[in-house]
């Protein structure tokens, strides 16, 4: 395996951030967790722009992105990253405290992979953030890379 | 007029006959066409008394014409018509003649009247104190009949006919005559009516544009003009003329009349042909220029008194209307709906336009005020009216049965209908009905009676009535007429109504357009709720249970406890917001009605519930055929949801809880749905709070829940127009019954 991929969460509020590592190192996820604060972080990590220019070429397992976020929102990095077909078979999962109808619609539509309203109960929060993490960083098969030389060598 | 054999000659035939270029003259006068610029001879009368060959000047014929005539060209009259010049005497004939003069087609048409005894002169200063007094009577006149009888007398007295009659056309035509004058020689014709097709259309124009005829002997023979076309190859325009020969019908009716002379006049009120002066004598009579110049002076002041009268009494007819008006518009302005401020102001929606009834009819409703035919027959009434192609703003009629036969069974409450349509969209209209009024009419013959072929079996002919026994006539089926005041009183109520109407539209547009702007501001409220206020109580949540788990070693039994609490509160109030925002959903999202099999979404539902439930539980379900639902899927499983599970719920302690689901036969036009348990059931007292938001019959230790389940049970039955009720007893279970609107289920 040429290195796990990471899991990046895309999360502003720091209890959140909090409760949802601690539910990952209950899964016990060998993947590295990359964590970003909004929206316009979360870009540069997936195109290695700014911060990020130096990172691995490696796409994330998947991203776990909340919608209500500082500067560019969930709504627009999930536009941006289905939009290209660069970064379009990344994984996006949204995580996010909304039940609105027209955030779940807009998603959908704008090709998310899944859409998980975090649960109020501690244990059902715990159990879904670990099945998440479970399942798209270990279960899914992600499509097959294309090859290509590394853009960074 | 010769006509040949045309078998369907009715009494209009006359109204074809083109009177006023008949070509002849009566006896009594002469008649001469000049070119109005050589002053030529062109036409002249067989009659003259001196050859005047055209061609010929007048200076080589009747010289002593010459400057008079001069005189009217050089300054003509600005009114029009046939105008009296001056008398003058004939040196080749010895006599003296009155000379009146007209302009046709460039012509200069001179007709002269011989006066038959020099010795009378009846000039215009012999009658001018009876002028004087005619003018003081007038004025102290108190009706119009009063008025009428007034003028009767003078032209009577001034022509010294027989008999003078004055004569009012009605909007038909006919005529009825309301005063009269005579001296006993000729029958009285007083309240006499004729029909129209007596006075035909083309003489009515005639007098409306020549105000004075006369025939001074019935059994004149005409005299042709030579020749018969004018210089322009056109037949002479006799219409100004004062010698005009007559139709052989009128000469016919009047021997029938047995009259021998006539003169009328005619009575014009804003230049439309009001009625007539119709004077009659036995015996041929003549009557000088003079004195027709008079009668027509009598005539013209009398029209005028008669216009101001009439003129008068609209405006104060307007005037008291106007004020009915003012008062129903304050009360329409008063109210939410102009209808209601209609309908309580009963006496004044029928005083606007004074009709003992009216109605206020739109697409559902129908409102009776005061004496109307019923419901039914006013629905009858605006269907047909709504029918009705042309936009007429106002539609009126004092004969509603020649409009609608049926309308004949209500005539004697609606035989009058005058009705305004007050929205073309809503199809709604305001009706004021009047009553029948049974009148008997006098007619001077029969006036449906067709022409009568000449029994002596000569060529078909016209023969104006021979007898004129009075032919009674019962009038039914008609209302006193709408008073032009009246009619438009009704149109300006309608534009009142329209302007209301209108405003209301708008103030209704923007209170909608509010409405929209803070449901969108609620909308944000609720997502800004649901994303920000959801997050701390998950927070507490996760961290309590974090601090459970991971410090449990540190806490004492008691911090434990605390920690427990604090997490189950945190948690509740979580749910509440969770069920607070599906609720606002439920308000808000579109139906989006599908029809579907209602027992597969039972069974669904089922299987969902009772994952929760422990399997030690003992459930028996009993489930019957439930058919097919017309609903929104989504939302009625939320229903069904929320009743299976506090089914479950309620039943908790029971040994065997029994949850029966099923359907009732339907009932108004709805499915009728319910979901019975064994369980705890409740006090009926309390059946009123059952479905409200944040209700609870049981203690949080024995029941959980937040209260909206119901609420939100109750919120979609009714977006789907269905209903819900519960019935129960303490101690010994529930039924919940819901229902959805039958429409559409079965596609």
């Not at chain 2, 109204?15 to 109005?36: C, K, M, N, W, Y």
């Not at chain 2, 029209?303 to 009915?324: F, T, W």
Request: with cysteine.
């Amino acid at each position: 395996m040429a290195g796990l991929k990471p899991i990046l969460l895309v999360e502003d509020n720091p209890n959140d951030i909090e409760l949802t590592l601690a539910a990952l190192e209950a899964g016990q996820l060998a993947n590295e967790i990359v964590i970003c604060r909004d929206g316009a972080e979360a870009l540069d990590f997936v195109y290695r722009r700014g911060p990020y220019e130096g990172r691995t070429v490696q796409d994330p397992a998947v991203i776990l992105l909340d919608l209500k976020l500082p500067k560019v929102d969930g709504l627009e990095v999930l536009a941006k990253v289905k939009g290209d077909p660069q970064t379009r078979t990344i994984p996006v999962v949204m995580l996010t405290s909304s039940r609105e109808e027209t955030d779940v619609v807009r998603s959908y539509d704008l090709g998310v992979n899944a859409f998980v309203v975090k649960p109020v109960g501690f244990n059902e929060f715990f159990k879904a953030i670990q099945e998440l993490g479970v399942f798209w960083a270990v279960l899914n098969e992600p499509p097959p890379h294309r090859g290509g030389w590394p853009s960074n060598a | 007029m010769s006509r040949t054999e045309t078998p369907s000659i009715d009494l209009t035939a006359c109204d074809r006959e083109p009177i006023h270029i008949v070509g002849s003259v009566q006896p009594h006068g002469f008649l001469l066409t000049l070119d109005a610029a050589s002053l030529v001879i062109a036409q002249a009368s067989e009659n003259a008394p001196v050859p005047a060959p055209p061609g010929t000047p007048l200076d080589d014929v009747l010289p002593e014409l010459v400057a008079v005539v001069r005189r009217y060209l050089d300054d003509p009259p600005n009114e029009a018509g046939a105008h009296y010049l001056r008398t003058v005497a004939l040196a080749g004939t010895g006599r003296r003649y009155e000379v009146a003069a007209h302009r046709v087609d460039g012509l200069v048409v001179l007709e002269l009247e011989e006066i038959a005894d020099a010795g009378v002169e009846d000039g215009l200063d012999a009658l001018t104190p009876r002028l004087r007094a005619f003018v003081q009577r007038l004025r102290l006149a108190r009706s119009t009949e009063e008025l009428c009888a007034i003028v009767a007398e003078d032209i009577r007295h001034i022509t010294e006919f027989d008999r003078a009659l004055v004569y009012r056309f009605d909007r038909d035509w006919h005529g009825t005559v309301l005063a009269e004058s005579g001296n006993g020689v000729l029958p009285s014709y007083l309240d006499l009516r004729f029909p129209a097709s007596d006075i035909p259309v083309q003489a009515r124009e005639l007098y409306r544009r020549n105000r004075l005829r006369i025939i001074p002997d019935a059994s004149y023979r005409a005299v042709p003009i030579r020749p018969v076309l004018t210089p322009t190859g056109q037949p002479l325009d006799l219409s100004q003329s004062v010698l005009r020969s007559v139709s052989p019908v009128h000469v016919e009716y009047m021997r029938n009349m047995g009259t021998m002379a006539s003169m009328s006049v005619s009575i014009l009120v804003d230049d439309k042909l009001w009625g007539l002066i119709s004077c009659h004598n036995r015996d041929p009579r003549r009557v000088s220029l003079q004195a027709r110049n008079a009668c027509d002076f009598l005539t013209q002041i009398f029209a005028l008194q008669l216009s101001a009268r009439e003129r008068g009494a609209q405006a104060e007819q307007r005037l008291a209307l106007g004020a009915v008006q003012a008062r129903l518009l304050g009360f329409m302005a008063e109210e939410d709906s102009f209808v209601d401020g209609l309908i309580k102001h009963p006496d004044d929606v029928m005083a606007l336009v004074n009709a003992p009834g009216a109605a206020i009819v739109t697409g559902d409703r129908c409102r009776l005020i005061g004496d109307t035919p019923a419901e039914a027959d006013v629905r009858a009434l605006y269907d047909w009216l709504s029918n009705q192609t042309d936009e007429a703003e106002v539609f009126v009629t004092e004969s509603m049965s020649e409009r609608l036969p049926a309308a004949r069974s209500f005539a004697d409450r609606a035989s009058g209908l005058l009705a305004i349509s007050v929205s073309k969209k809503y199809a709604s209209y305001i009706l004021w009905f009047r009553p029948e009024v049974v009148r008997t009419v006098k007619w001077g013959g029969n006036p449906v009676k067709p022409a009568t072929v000449d029994p002596a079996g000569g060529p078909d002919r016209l023969h104006p009535r021979k007898s004129f026994e009075i032919w009674k006539e019962t009038v039914q089926g008609r209302s006193l007429p709408w008073s032009v005041p009246e009619v438009e009183a009704a149109k300006d109520l309608r534009t009142s109504v329209l302007g209301i109407v209108l405003r209301r539209a708008e103030e209704l547009a923007s209170l909608s357009e509010e409405l929209q702007r803070s449901n969108k501001e609620l909308e944000a409220f609720s997502y800004s709720v649901s994303h920000d206020l959801r997050a701390p109580f998950r927070h507490i949540v996760g961290y309590s249970n974090l601090l459970k788990n991971r410090e449990a070693a540190n806490l004492s039994e008691k911090g434990r406890h605390y920690v427990e609490t604090i997490i189950e509160a945190a948690f509740s109030a979580g749910t509440l917001v969770d069920n607070l925002l599906s609720f606002s959903q439920m308000g808000r999202n579109a139906l989006n009605r599908v029809p579907g099999d209602m027992n597969a979404l039972i069974e669904e539902v089922r299987r969902k519930v009772m994952r929760d439930v422990p399997p030690e539980r003992v459930v028996r379900w009993e489930i019957g055929s439930l058919g097919r639902a017309y609903a929104d899927p989504f939302m009625l499983r939320l229903v069904v949801e929320n009743l299976l599970s506090n089914a479950l719920k309620y039943t908790r302690g029971r040994p065997e809880a029994v949850i029966e689901i099923g359907r009732l036969p339907p009932k108004d036009g709805e499915a009728v749905f319910f979901v019975r348990d064994n369980g705890v059931g409740f006090d009926m007292a309390y059946v009123d709070k059952l479905f409200g938001v944040f209700q609870r019959l049981h203690r949080v230790e024995e029941f959980e829940g937040t209260g909206i389940g119901l609420a939100n049970v109750r919120r979609i039955v009714e977006r789907h127009g269905g209903r819900t009720w519960a019935e129960g007893e303490l101690g010994a279970g529930a039924t919940f019954h819901f229902t959805l609107p039958l429409r559409g289920e079965a596609h």
